[in-house]
């Protein structure tokens, strides 16, 4: 089996070099990213029990699937993590070791998916951020992801949800109306119920702990964490 949806890893990489452009075509990202790493570091403190410092992930191991060019990996080595990033597609790959180096950053890159990770390692936390939408089969990719993380480990998801909001939203708005996205980024048939993510998660050993919606602030162009799940929402998963 295979998780990797060729036609999006092609998609992604035909915009490869944009990825660290503030201002081009992963702009949303880019003012999406404060508010996952605050939402990912403030939970992975709580749970880990580690006080604040400088350095607070410092002995932490993440992996980063669909690392991309490396936006969530290199926030999460400053912090001190130990971070492996591994995405599809070889041109994001190229671009992210090329930026890390530039800012000397030791992060462990690979061109790969979950099921082909060569690795003995077991993660305290997994990134699944904006990827799942992305993916050919989430039941095996979900399966695949959750093998590499140790017991008791983190496990977050950051996703779309299936709601006709969604559609209007992410697909219309910011596609077709603002250009936000390059039109055909997101398909709606890929975006997963918050429920549909539970169940599957739960069966791989995934218990939910947290669930939160984000939304975008139009005023002060930023993101908030929100009870409103009906667009994008965030979750964080423990290992049992």
């Known amino acids: 089996m295979n998780s990797i949806n060729k036609k999006e890893i092609e998609k992604f990489s035909k915009i490869a070099e944009e ?22 570091k403030e939970n992975i403190l709580k749970d880990f029990n580690i006080k ?3 350095k607070p992930l410092k002995n932490i191991k993440i ?3 669909g690392c991309g060019g490396g936006l969530l990996s290199e926030p999460m080595c400053r912090l001190g993590a130990n971070v492996v990033g591994i995405d599809a597609s070889k041109k994001n790959i190229e671009v992210a070791k090329f930026h890390a180096k530039k800012n000397k950053l030791k992060i462990d890159y690979k061109v790969a998916s979950p099921e082909k990770l060569k690795t003995k390692t077991k993660f305290d936390v997994v990134l699944n951020m904006e990827i799942v ?15 590499l993380l140790k017991k008791n480990g ?3 998801f ?30 709606w048939e890929k975006f997963v119920k918050p429920e549909d993510l539970i169940s599957i998660s739960k069966k791989n050993n995934l218990s939910l702990k947290k669930l939160d919606g984000m939304k975008f602030n139009i ?9 409103d799940t009906s667009v994008n929402y965030i979750v964080k998963f423990v290992k049992i």
């Open 52 to 54: 604040l410092s400088s």
């Open 158 to 187: 950051a996703t779309l949800n299936k709601t006709l909001k969604s559609y209007v939203f992410a697909i219309i708005g910011a596609e077709y109306v603002l250009k936000w996205l390059p039109i055909g980024t997101h398909e």
């Open 154 to 156: 983190i496990m977050f």
């Open 63 to 65: 992996l980063d699937i």
């Open 219 to 227: 005023l002060d162009n930023s993101w908030k964490i929100s009870g």
């Open 133 to 147: 939408e992305h993916v050919n089969d989430i039941d095996f990719f979900i399966k695949e992801s959750s093998k």
């Open 19 to 40: 990825w660290w452009d503030p201002n081009g075509k992963f702009k949303p990202l880019h003012n999406f990213n404060p508010i996952r790493i605050k939402y990912i």
